[in-house]
Structure formats: C-alpha cells, structure tokens
C-alpha cells in the first residue's frame, strides 16, 4: 500500500511541478496540463497471494487493446453515473468593506457537464493505472446574500445565478484485488481527489458580491466537489465489488451440464496485460466433478498480442474431455438411426451380398441401428487440429413381424479430426473422419465378413453419424464473457493441449452495471 501510495503523491507533484514550468515558460493553456481535468483511477491491484484450492483450465487474458477498450467504457460510466452531481448547500457570513457583515448562501450546486480529452491505461507489478486528463467539469448554482446597516435597519437581499468551472482535479484511488474462494473481492485502500483551481462567474448582484463570493466560497466550493467525487468513489468501489461477488459460478451448457466459472488464484498483472484463470471444467447441474486430470496449468508460448486482438481465451482440452465425460455419464450418448440418406440401407435387400445370412434369415425387412457410444471420447488438441476417439457399439436391428429383433453388433473405433469456430459467444465445432476399425462383437446370423463391411460402415458414418454429432457440436460451449458483450472478428488457433481463441470485443445496445453477470445461451435439450 505504501508503494502505491508513493507513486500516486509523486504523480500529482509532477503535475503541479509541470504547470509551475509551463506557466513560466509562458505557453498557452491549450498546452499547459494542469488547465485541464486529471481523473486519476489509479487501480493499484496489490494482489494478495492465495494458495489455490483448484486448478484452471481456462485463462483469459486482457491485453492493451482490451484495457484501453474497459478504461474507456469504465470512464464513460463514471462520468454518465455521476452527472448531475448535487453538492451540499454553503453558506457563511462575510464582512466586506463600506457594508458590514454579510450572509451568504450557495444553493443548488451542481456538476452538470465532464468533459475528458484523452486517456491512458497502464499495468504492472504495482497495479492498474487509468489516467483521464485533459477535461473540465462545469457547475451551476444560485447564490442569495442578505444585510443591514446601520442606516437602513430593514434587511437587504439579492439573489441569482452563478457558473463554475473546474480544472486541474486530480482524483485517485488505491484498490486491491483478491481471490475469495472463487470470487474477486475488490477493496479500497485509498482515495481522493484535489481541485487545483476554480473560476466563478455571477449573474447579476453587485461588484463587491463577486469578490466576496471569490474569498469566502473558492475554497469552500473546491472542498465540497473533492469531498462529493471521493465519496462518489466509494459508492462505485462497492457498487462494483458487489457486482464481481454476484458474478455467477457456472454457466449452463445445454440442460444437463454446466461450466464451472469460478477464479483460481489470483489475477497475474504484466506489463501491458491481466490474466485471469477460471476452473473451467464441465460438470453435471446434479453433482460437482473432482477432476482427475492432472494437467498442470501448461503455458503456450502462443499469444494473441501478436494479432492485436483485446482477448485471449485459451481452453485446456481437459475442458472439452469434462464436457465428454459428463454426457457420457448422462446417457446422452445414444440413438436410434431409421432414416439415411441411402435408406436402401436400412432394409436387408440391401445386405444381400454383404451378410448373405442377414438376407436369408429376414428378407425385405427393415432395420434400425442402435449406435451406442462405449465410453467417454478422447480429445486431444494438436497442432492446427482436435482430434477424437470415439468408441461405440453399432447393434444392428431387423423389424421383422412388428417385433424388434437384435441380430448383430458391430465394435467400432472412430478416429477424426475437428475444426473449431465461434457460434455467437460460443466455441463450435464439426468434426470429419480420419480413419476407423471394426470388429464383430457378437452376431445371431453367423458369421460377418467384416472387410465386407468397411465399405457400409464408412457411408453410415459419414451419412448418419456424423451430421448427427456436428448438429450438437454446433452449439458449443459457452465461453466466460460479461453480459451483454459479443465476440467480434475471432480467429482461434490450435496448438500443444490448448484450443485459444483471440478476438475483440464489442457492447451492442446500452449496457447497465446492475445487470452485470457472465453471458449464457440458452439451448434446447440434447436427445
């Protein structure tokens, strides 16, 4: 904290030391960086270290692009929360020259306008820097004096309106962010705000108001809006932690599976980025999964900085093998096949030179296939690619007297590779074959001759298994963003273990803080 501390004071005397020089220098005010507004969110996350509890298998990574894009959304929030902004009411008795004592009140002070210039974000060991500048801030409000003299014993009263500009305030706070059992709890270590200068300018009154207002209140008006922007902080500091506490712990994944979005460790601050690591794992709603993955937290030394993109989410393919485990426990993983595209396979006659016996023993009957899959499929991401094994069981069905008859079943090891895509806000996929094995596992019409058939077995793969796969696959797996953000022109890149997905981001429509939770899609159930 003393660190941060430290910095921050040296940066406001930098900024008064620069207009002492500007102004001695004689350089015009359009130059000179105190005439202007500095609001210094100066986020030092001094991240508390806390021993994980898990592993992450999902990171997600902010790079400048990406900071430069919250820094401006966190701002224009700031400022459109803020505004109007009512200040307490002054008042204080004065004694001018020639009239005596005088008592007067500021009513009705308020900040309607900030306007900011430019902006910067910075990360580092010592935190988050956001620095706005080159703004004023514009204040209304009505004044009403009142006296006697000593020659006229009735009270004399005036009142009117008046303006007040602001510039040079520098406002800034010291934060620091830690992970609470799977949720970032964000605390206020230091805030405040100095205004270095204020011009006022009355309607109406007389001259000696002017100059009574300019001593008794310039003071008086810099501390209220000091004090009402710091306390304003505040309110945003908790208003914002409370946000990051009700961002949720999991996502739905279709309606039997979620995606565990809870933190892991602590964020880690580079130079010109934040990484954030999330479990990730997909479980079923019913039951939490203790994973038995071992990984290890591997880190690529792909980064999608070189594709000037605002963030990297980067997969683990232990999340793709939690999503297969989970369906495969649920029994999602069978189905009926009765229509194809070549349906003449589907009715013995067309087996009559494959499985002569088949022909022989149901002739033009028709048949279903029950394709089971046999247990959880591997998935394995390499290099431009994601593989898959898939093992199932193919049980060959004859109808055959409005009876239901299981004649054969046919083992098959599938192997494919998948090319990934972004659906909306989720990652998708469709997957092709590669190559594949069958053997006979068991048969009530003899004897099969399996290289008979390969042939077969590859068109109903193809025709029946695959599209069937890729329709879901289609639907992907939600990816951890905020509410109300989308993906915008994402590219992914496949590499050692890990699916990454580079991309910008965008904020169609109006976005409400109180709204503020992951994004989810709804889907229908998977049969």
């Known amino acids: 904290m003393s660190n941060v501390s430290s ?15 500007l102004s001695h220098m004689g350089l015009s005010s359009k130059l000179m960086v105190p005439t202007t507004l500095f609001i210094v969110l100066s986020l030092s996350l001094t991240i508390t270290h806390v021993q994980s509890n898990g592993e992450g298998f999902i990171s997600v990574q902010i790079f400048e692009k990406g900071l430069d894009f919250a820094k401006d959304l966190l701002i224009d929030k700031a400022v459109s929360s803020i505004i109007p902004l009512q200040l307490p009411d002054i008042e ?4 001018i020259r020639l009239i005596g004592k005088v008592h007067i009140l500021l009513s009705n002070i308020t900040i309607n306008q900030v306007d900011i210039a430019s902006s910067y974000v910075s990360t580092g060991e010592s935190g988050i820097v956001l620095v706005a500048s080159g703004a004023t801030a514009n204040l209304s409000m009505r004044w009403q004096y009142s006296y006697t003299t000593w020659l006229i ?7 009117g309106d008046a303006s007040v500009q602001v510039e040079g305030m520098v406002v800034g706070l010291t ?3 830690e992970n609470q059992e799977g949720k970032l709890k964000l605390h206020l270590l230091e805030c405040g705000c100095h ?3 204020i011009s006022i300018k009355l309607d109406g009154g007389a001259s000696w108001l002017y100059q009574g207002v300019v001593d008794a209140f310039e003071a008086k008006i810099a501390s209220a809006v000091e004090s009402s922007i710091s306390n304003k902080i505040r309110e945003g500091i908790i208003k914002l932690d409370s946000l990051l506490q009700s961002l949720p712990e999991h996502i739905p994944v279709y309606s039997i599976a979620v995606l565990n979005v809870t933190f892991v460790d602590n964020p880690v601050l580079s130079n010109s980025s934040i990484e954030f690591d999330i479990n990730g794992l997909v479980t079923s709603k019913d039951a939490v999964l203790v994973s038995n993955h071992n990984h290890k937290g591997w880190k690529g030394s792909f980064s999608c900085s070189s594709l000037a993109k605002m963030v990297q989410i980067s997969l683990q393919d232990d999340v793709f093998n939690s999503a297969s ?14 229509k194809v595209p070549d349906q003449s396979l589907l009715n013995t006659s067309g087996w009559r030179y494959i499985a002569p016996q088949l022909y022989k023993q149901y002739p033009n009957d028709d048949m279903n296939l029950n394709i089971s899959v046999s247990s959880p499929p591997i998935i394995k991401v390499a290099k431009d690619d994601i593989d898959a094994i898939i093992n199932l069981d193919l049980t060959i069905y004859v109808i055959d007297a409005g009876q239901v008859i299981p004649v054969a079943c046919i083992s098959l090891e599938i192997s494919t590779s998948s090319s990934a895509e972004i ?9 092709r074959l590669k190559d594949f094995t069958t053997y006979l596992k068991w048969s009530e019409i003899g004897d099969l001759q399996i290289h008979l058939l390969q042939p077969v077995m590859s068109t109903l793969i193809k025709t029946a298994l695959l599209p069937y796969v890729n329709l879901h696959l289609r639907r992907g797996i939600p990816l951890p963003l905020p509410h109300g953000f989308t993906l915008q022109n994402a590219e992914i890149v496949c590499t050692c273990s890990r699916a990454i997905v580079c991309s910008d981001l965008s904020l169609p429509g109006q976005y409400h803080l109180s709204s503020s939770h992951f994004a989810t899609t709804k889907h229908s159930n998977v049969t």
């Open 7 to 21: 910095e921050f004071t040296q940066f406001v005397i930098l900024s008064y030391s620069l207009n002492i020089y």
């Open 325 to 338: 485990f989970v369906y495969f426990d649920e029994d999602y993983m069978h189905w009926i096949v009765d």
């Open 175 to 177: 934060a620091n962010l």
């Open 92 to 95: 204080k008795t004065v004694k």
């Open 153 to 159: 014993p009735i009270a004399i009263t005036d009142k």
């Open 195 to 197: 205004v270095k200068d």
């Open 423 to 431: 659906m909306g806000n989720n990652l998708a996929g469709s997957i």
